[in-house]
Nanobody
Framework: QVQLVESGGGSVQPGGSLRLSCVAS????????MAWYRQAPGKQREWVATATSGGTTNYADSVKGRFTISRGNAQNTVYLQMNSLKPEDTALYYC?????????WGQGTQVTVSS
């Protein structure tokens, strides 16, 4: 039973920082890639960042240089450090993993960037 639970969202002013966390259970997550996605109202869900079990990271152009994805030492957690936040970063952020062809999602955590 794969479970993903996000936390760390909130409201912050432009230029501020937040750290999102995702705790995973139910499988050996260290052997699977994990990712963050986000979805703003009225927009499609977009990919934000991915971290593989081998340590490779990739980022969407819109967040490159500002966001950092990382995995805990047990590899069943994934974090998203978000710096220099902009209003356009406002969205519901989801943790994601694909295991044996099946996609799993958390419930999402809201990030709001406004003055």
């Amino acid at each position: 039973q794969v479970q993903l639970v996000e936390s760390g969202g909130g409201s912050v002013q432009p230029g501020g920082s937040l750290r999102l966390s995702c705790v995973a259970s139910g499988s050996r997550f260290r052997v699977y890639p994990m990712a963050w996605y986000r979805q703003a109202p009225g927009k499609q869900r977009e990919w934000v960042a991915t971290a593989t079990s081998g340590g490779t990271t990739n980022y969407a152009d819109s967040v490159k240089g500002r966001f950092t994805i990382s995995r805990g030492n047990a590899q069943n957690t994934v974090y998203l450090q978000m710096n220099s936040l902009k209003p356009e970063d406002t969205a519901l952020y989801y943790c994601n993993t694909v295991q044996e062809g099946v996609a799993y999602w958390g419930q999402g955590t809201q990030v709001t960037v406004s003055s």
